[in-house]
C-alpha cells in the first residue's frame, strides 16, 4: 500500500505560477513511476505528466508542454508538479498517482491515488 497526499494547491491568477506536492507514505516510494493528472469540473481525468523512478526520466501530455515540470525527491518521498503560466482552463482538482510501469498515462495503470488538491486559475 501507498499513501499518498497533495498540497500546495490555492488561487492563483493567470500567468502566475504553483507547485504542487505529493507526499508519500507506506511502500517503497522510489519502486513507483509517479504521475500527476488533473480532472476539471464536469471532465474525466486527464493525465498530465509522469516520472521514472529515479527521476531522470520524464514524459508529458502536449496540453502541458514548456509550461509544467515534475521532479522527485525519493530520500523525501515526494514528488513536485511545478506549473508555470498558468491559465484559466487549468482549473481543476490536482491528482498526484503511483504506477509501476514507466509511460502509463491511463487512469488504470496507476494502482494508488491521493485525494487531491484544488487549483483555480483566475482571469
Known amino acids: 500500500q501507498v499513501q499518498l497526499v497533495e498540497s500546495g494547491g490555492g488561487l492563483v491568477q493567470a500567468g502566475g505560477s504553483l507547485r504542487l506536492s505529493c507526499a508519500a507514505s507506506g511502500h517503497i516510494f522510489s519502486s513507483y513511476v509517479m504521475g500527476w493528472f488533473r480532472q476539471a469540473p464536469g471532465k474525466g481525468r486527464e493525465f498530465l505528466i509522469g516520472?521514472?523512478?529515479?527521476?531522470?526520466?520524464?514524459y508529458y501530455a502536449d496540453s502541458v508542454k514548456g509550461r509544467f515540470t515534475i521532479s522527485r525527491d525519493n530520500a523525501k518521498n515526494t514528488v513536485y508538479l511545478q506549473m508555470n503560466s498558468l491559465e484559466p482552463e487549468d482549473t481543476a482538482v490536482y491528482y498526484c498517482?503511483?504506477?509501476?510501469?514507466?509511460?502509463?498515462?491511463?487512469?488504470?495503470?496507476?494502482?494508488?491515488w491521493g485525494q487531491g488538491t484544488q487549483v483555480t486559475v483566475s482571469s
Open positions: 516520472i521514472s523512478r529515479s527521476g531522470d526520466s520524464t
Open positions: 498517482a503511483a504506477a509501476p510501469k514507466y509511460g502509463s498515462s491511463r487512469y488504470s495503470d496507476y494502482n494508488y
